[in-house]
């Protein structure tokens, strides 16, 4: 019987879901078969699979392979199938023991030693899988701001095969990972964090500085048509009815952390002056700060500043 692992594929900005399937025929030598209309890289898939199972530990079938992406008369694209295909093949040869396989969709590139490689496309089919009706999708764990920016779905970012096949079996809890810097990954911190896009300047200090009628003027750090964390949804309703949102990246740009302290600059250029209220040690305002220093606009700070 073959074994059934769901990812997802692109069609220009849109996404689909596919269906991989896993199965082995014994008797046959050792070969990999990859079907459903594959492109290159997805034919590639053979060498990196086996190359990081073995690596990982495990066994790589010695009887033939065959891998089908469904539905078979769809181009697919991309190696970000080697995550699905490679648990579907482990899976097919009971070296592992996932639980609730069905609830997933799989996301993400292999390396030859079982890391797990970031990829283009995750937040289309990410928003894909949720329309599907998929619970959880597992990414690779640099592409994990860029998932979580779907609401409504389980993001489960990932580092290496070894961290996939634990979770899935239980033995890990991804949500305790650390990221380069050391600070632990959660869906809340990645929403709600210093790099928040959108504040109304009336809103903290409204008492304590006169502002004249006028609109307020949103400058994001992503595309325009991406609203950063989505907790913002209302307000970014309410600024581009009465107001202006605004940015130098291009639509469907998705959210990245070196493009905040870019975005500030432009905060800068647009303002008359500035005047600050609060800034962490090592916060954007600070950029937006110098920015404003190098334009010539006047800076007012009531500071007060935080770890």
Not at 60 to 80: N, V, Y
Not at 130 to 159: H, L, M, T, Y
Not at 195 to 221: E, H, Q, R
């Amino acid at each position: 019987m073959a074994i059934v692992v769901k990812s997802m594929a692109t069609s220009g900005v849109d996404g689909f879901m596919v269906e991989i399937e896993a199965s082995t025929i014994k008797g046959h030598q050792q070969i990999m078969s990859i079907i459903g209309l594959p492109d290159q890289a997805i034919k590639e898939a053979g060498e990196r699979i086996q190359a990081a199972i073995e690596s990982c530990g495990y066994d790589f079938p010695k009887e033939k392979s065959i891998i089908s992406l469904a539905p078979g008369d769809k181009k697919k694209r991309g190696s970000h199938f080697d995550l699905g295909m490679i648990i579907a093949l482990l899976y097919q040869t009971d070296q592992i023991s996932p639980k609730n396989l069905s609830d997933y969709a799989f996301i993400g590139e292999l390396a030859l030693d079982g890391r797990i490689r970031p990829c283009n496309g995750v937040l289309s089919m990410v928003t894909e899988a949720k329309k599907c009706g998929v619970r959880s999708v597992v990414v690779p764990f640099e592409n994990r701001q860029e998932a979580a920016s779907v609401s409504d779905i389980n993001v489960c970012p990932v580092k290496s095969l070894h961290d996939t096949i634990k979770f899935l079996e239980g033995k890990l809890d991804l949500s305790k990972q650390d990221d380069e810097d050391g600070e632990v990954f959660s869906e809340e911190d990645n929403q709600t964090g210093d790099k928040g896009t959108f504040s109304d300047p009336k809103d903290g200090f409204k008492d304590d500085i006169d502002f004249p009628d006028g609109y307020t003027v949103a400058v994001l750090g992503n595309g325009v048509d991406i609203c950063y964390p989505r907790e913002h949804d209302k307000l970014y309703e309410e600024i581009a009815e009465s107001g202006c949102i605004l940015s130098e990246y291009p639509l469907g740009t998705v959210p990245r952390e070196y493009y905040f302290p870019l975005r500030n600059r432009l905060i800068a250029a647009l303002s008359d002056w500035l005047y600050v209220i609060e800034a962490g040690r090592h916060s954007g305002t600070v950029s937006t700060v110098e920015s404003g220093e190098k334009y010539g606009r006047e800076v007012k700070m009531e500071l007060i500043c935080s770890s």
